[in-house]
């Protein structure tokens, strides 16, 4: 069945490269989306789905009923998202395909290009055909990178004015094998919080420390404090990751002169809200406790950015089905390892269950035969766009389909 499935979307195919290519050309970033907005909005609205536009400024839900009334009230009344994100990055591309990107310093440099073309490319096939009880909606986020696009659209009622029962994503990822799939159920993506630390003291001469108080020592010993956070405090059984990514203090020209400031920015990355709570307590802790210790006061904040991506297990159970009807259960890993990087979809499934699925852009990290997302020679692989889409079709069937 899966076969028929992929091969009913051939014909489609040059539409839906076209449409990938011609977002990637056009690279939009953060609620900056209008062009490619207006034009998913144009395209769905030709093919006869009910748009609605505006939602977190430039974000899209289209919405299709089902034409199957099974007479049960919790199948008919059942409503599934599907989710693709629009948004480019600020980065300058480096290819010089023809379909490189036409604005300086932007660049689809994360597939989002591709995500919006397969999640077009099932709402034509299933508007075509909406052989399903309940009713879809496509939901297409700006702002993915950084900006947390999901969680303003949260904020201005897309679960109210878009009623879930469950909500599905899916990202490309290179080196995975072209058109597989990988998931888990559970943590699949960290949580990404950033936290700044300022120790302030009075300084002084480099020569007469006695006279003052020197945030440099309390700053130094809370550097390496954070790291007993994850060997001790954390379990074993568990994994995070606390980085540094700036310090800074003094002046390069003053090497005798002792600071009366240290300023220290970091990433902290967690898998589950318990941890997630650990290292914000734990870092407020050694912060004010070394603090204490050094005779200087300090200034800490932990901002939440991302929450961890978290798998129901029953959504998951199905994303898996749908994988393994379209491409066999050789080409699915459904316990593929979680990643340290995060995704804004998981303000979604802190509201809805659902399941966020990998789908291999294809090539080789390692011997140069692919590029990594967020970089200069990245681009989407138009090669898995059928197997993409298909792989929604394929999943509003498990979900809805009737038999
Ligand atoms: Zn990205
Ligand atoms: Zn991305």
Redesign the pocket.
């Known amino acids: 069945m899966g076969y028929d499935l992929l091969s009913a979307f051939a014909p489609h195919e040059g539409e839906l490269i076209a449409i990938r290519r011609d977002i990637h050309k056009h690279p939009e970033t953060a609620f900056q989306e209008t062009r490619t907005a207006a034009l998913v909005a144009e395209k769905l609205r030709g093919w006869g789905l009910q748009v609605h536009t505006g939602l977190a400024g430039t974000g899209v839900v289209a919405t299709l009923k089902g034409r199957r009334v099974t007479g049960d009230k919790a199948r008919d009344g059942r409503s599934i998202g599907l989710r693709a994100d629009m948004d480019a990055?600020n980065l300058q591309e480096k290819n010089d395909f023809a379909h490189a990107s036409a604005y300086a310093g932007k660049m689809h440099?994360?597939g989002?290009d591709g995500h919006t073309a397969m999640l077009l490319g099932a709402a034509r096939h299933l508007a075509a055909d909406p052989d399903f009880a309940g009713q879809l909606h496509f939901i297409f986020q700006p702002a993915?990178?950084g900006e947390g696009g999901a969680r303003v659209m949260i904020e201005e009622g897309l679960f109210e004015k878009f009623p879930c029962d469950a909500v599905y994503g899916m990202h490309n990822m290179p080196g995975t094998p072209l058109g597989h799939f990988a998931i888990r159920p559970g943590a699949m993506m960290a949580a990404s919080d950033t936290w700044t630390t300022v120790f302030r003291g009075t300084g002084g001469h480099g020569a007469m420390p006695h006279m003052g108080s020197d945030p440099t020592m309390a700053a130094a010993a809370f550097v390496t404090a954070t790291q007993q956070i994850i060997a001790r405090n954390v379990s074993p059984q568990h994994a995070a990751v606390i980085s540094v990514g700036h310090i800074a203090a003094g002046a390069y020209g003053s090497p005798n002169v002792i600071p009366s400031q240290v300023t220290i920015r970091g990433t902290a990355r967690s898998y589950t809200p318990a941890d997630r709570d650990l290292l914000e307590r734990r870092l407020n802790e050694l912060a004010q406790g070394i603090a204490a210790a050094h005779g200087v006061s300090v200034e800490h904040d932990y901002l939440r950015r991302y929450p961890p991506l978290v798998n129901a297990a029953a959504q998951t159970a199905i994303a898996i089905r749908a994988a393994t009807a379209l491409v066999g259960a050789d080409k699915v890993d459904g316990d593929t390892e979680k990643l340290t990087g995060a995704e804004d979809f998981a303000f979604m499934l802190e509201r809805k269950p659902g399941a966020y699925i990998l789908i291999g852009n294809g090539g080789s990290v390692a011997d140069g035969s692919c590029h990594y997302?967020?970089t200069p020679h990245y681009d989407f692989n138009d090669a898995i766009l059928t197997t993409g889409a298909a792989y929604w079709v394929e999943l509003v069937k498990q979900e809805l389909g009737v038999s």
């Open positions: 990055l440099a994360c989002h993915e990178e997302v967020h």
